[in-house]
């Protein structure tokens, strides 16, 4: 089993930083895809960014360059540095690892921005 388990979220202004991470445990295979996907009231889960183990990454548009993806393979965790937020931006953060046959989630964290 794994287990992914998200820090970072808080209250933000419009213009500020927030840094996330996800740190996974448990059966992980070496080569995995990370993600970042985010959730507001009233909306779907989104796409934010992914990376792959690799380093390979994928960003949805509204991150816009202001998003920042990385990982940390040794520790088993991603990073979503994110600037310039704007009030768009709140909503609940999910971390996910997927591998070739399974999808893990992690909790999420809140993300507030403040106009």
């Known amino acids: 089993q794994v287990q992914l388990v998200e820090s970072g979220g808080g209250l933000a202004q419009a213009g500020g930083s927030l840094r996330l991470s996800c740190q996974a445990s448990g059966s992980i295979f070496s080569a995995n895809v990370m993600g970042w996907y985010r959730q507001a009231p009233g909306k779907e889960r989104e796409l934010v960014a992914t990376?792959?183990?690799?380093?390979?990454?994928i960003y949805a548009t509204s991150a816009g360059g202001r998003f920042t993806i990385s990982r940390d393979n040794a520790k088993n965790t991603v990073y979503l540095q994110m600037n310039s937020l704007k009030p768009e931006d709140a909503a609940v953060y999910y971390c996910?690892?997927?591998?070739?046959?399974?999808?893990?989630w992690g909790q999420g964290t809140q993300v507030t921005v403040s106009s």
């Open positions: 990376i792959t183990t690799f380093g390979g990454t």
């Open positions: 996910e690892l997927e591998t070739t046959n399974n999808d893990y």
